[in-house]
């Protein structure tokens, strides 16, 4: 006679093979990358699951939340060019730098600030993500340096004890590179909206964004250059030049934006 313990481990076994052939149609995006363990292709798929739940029980940063600051959405976007330069001097990985952005707006969100301690905060984001994402991270000096000594080491540490109390020590969340990686590996499945989970009116307002800003960065319409700079090195294939040397310029991105906007 089977025990429960064997009619729940049956259930779970059948349950299992249910869902595998609902699945069945769907194209397995890594089951060639079973050679290469660092792809950790037998879990992948419970890995994003995972990021995708942090994602939605994970607090936010709320749209407008600058909104009766003194601080202005141009002075941090100002203050993020200036950080991606900084990034690229001190060669640091992708994830310090988006994970920077992300302890930067947290913090700002329950802690306002004067701008003129804007860009003590932004450099101290970014000595806080190197020490989470970082094997050798830039010493506290370095950061004081880069200010052109405009704050002292003393001031950087005490604002990095403020933006640990402010986060409760909690830095890790699932980044938007994270996604990327994934949606990169995907993007020439047939179902790249069920590995994604985003349909095209998830993305649509996404993508005028995107495109919007690409046409401003190509005409010289924003100061904001200094991702389109970073990727311009040979270092990154000059991957940001790619376009103009191909001939399709800001046109094209003009054009994707009109039909978004339903312009055309």
Request: with cysteine.
């Amino acid at each position: 006679m089977e025990s429960a313990t064997d009619v729940s481990m049956k259930e779970e076994t059948e349950l299992c093979l249910a869902f595998s052939e609902a699945l069945l149609a769907v194209q397995d995006v890594d089951e060639e990358d079973s050679d290469q363990p660092q792809l950790c292709s037998e879990y992948v798929k419970d890995i994003y699951k995972y990021l995708h739940n942090l994602e939605v029980l994970q607090q936010t940063v709320r749209a407008n939340y600058m909104q009766g600051y003194e601080i202005t959405d141009g002075m941090r976007a100002l203050l993020i060019d200036w950080l991606v330069q900084v990034h690229s001097r001190f060669q640091l990985l992708q994830e310090t730098l988006y994970l920077t952005v992300a302890i930067l707006d947290r913090f700002l969100q329950v802690q306002p600030v004067s701008r003129r301690k804007l860009q003590l905060v932004g450099v101290t984001a970014m000595l806080v993500a190197c020490k989470y994402e970082e094997m050798y991270a830039p010493e506290v000096g370095d950061f004081a340096y880069i200010t052109d000594n405009a704050f002292t080491k003393s001031q950087i540490l005490e604002m990095e004890q403020q933006i640990l109390k402010g986060l409760k020590f909690q830095l890790g969340r699932p980044l938007p590179l994270h996604f990327l990686r994934r949606a990169s590996k995907v993007a020439n499945s047939p179902t790249q909206q069920h590995y994604s989970t985003y349909d095209e009116a998830h993305l649509k307002p996404i993508m005028q964004h995107i495109a919007k800003n690409v046409v401003l960065v190509n005409e010289g319409k924003t100061k904001f250059q200094a991702v389109k700079k970073k990727y311009s090195s040979s270092k990154l294939l000059k991957i940001s030049l790619i376009p103009q040397d191909l001939g399709l310029n800001s046109r094209l991105c003009a054009w994707v934006l009109d039909f978004l906007t339903g312009r055309t």
